[in-house]
């Protein structure tokens, strides 16, 4: 009998093969379709040891991840979409403690979505980085209109 998985289940699957995605040691805690990403604190995220400061590729890939996780959470596309671009805004320094971030689709066509992620650490209205992204869906499918 094949077992039907559900779209969080799909996408914690895809998530477990990016390595990337292991590397940083990311993880997401899904419910229904809404998803906060986690970023477990770890030295080796450290970019500036002076003042214990996170690196911010890590943030901005953290940010990325989070925001295609989402895409792919609120579709129906067959496999995660490809980056067309983002900026990140760096608003604030990341301490040395876990980063949380949340992404909303702001704008979801046939082919391509516009995202917008932002990371928090202790207070979720003080943003450490925000990203804005745009990404190809997969042609296979198309989003939800």
């Known amino acids: ?8 289940q799909q996408l914690e699957g895809f998530l ?12 997401c805690d899904i419910k229904g379709d809404d998803m906060v ?7 080796k995220l450290i970019g500036n ?5 996170l690196h911010g590729g890590a943030i901005g890939t953290f940010l990325e991840m989070t925001a295609m996780a989402q895409l792919f959470l609120v579709t129906e596309v067959d496999r995660p ?10 608003l604030r ?3 040395a403690q876990d980063l949380f971030a ?3 689709v702001v704008k979801l066509g046939r ?5 917008r992620a932002e990371a928090w650490q202790s207070q979720r209205d003080k943003p450490v980085a925000a990203l804005l992204g745009h990404f190809l869906l997969a042609s296979s499918g198309a989003g939800k209109e």
């Open 93 to 95: 320094q990341g301490h």
């Open 49 to 53: 040891f002076t003042i214990k400061a």
């Open 102 to 104: 949340r992404a909303t």
């Open 1 to 8: 009998m094949t077992e039907i998985l559900t779209r969080g």
């Open 16 to 27: 477990e093969q990016v390595p990337i995605v292991k590397t940083l040691g990311m993880r």
């Open 37 to 43: 990403g986690v970023l477990p604190f770890q030295n």
């Open 81 to 90: 979409a490809r980056t067309i671009n983002i900026t990140v805004d760096y």
């Open 111 to 115: 082919r391509v979505a516009s995202v």
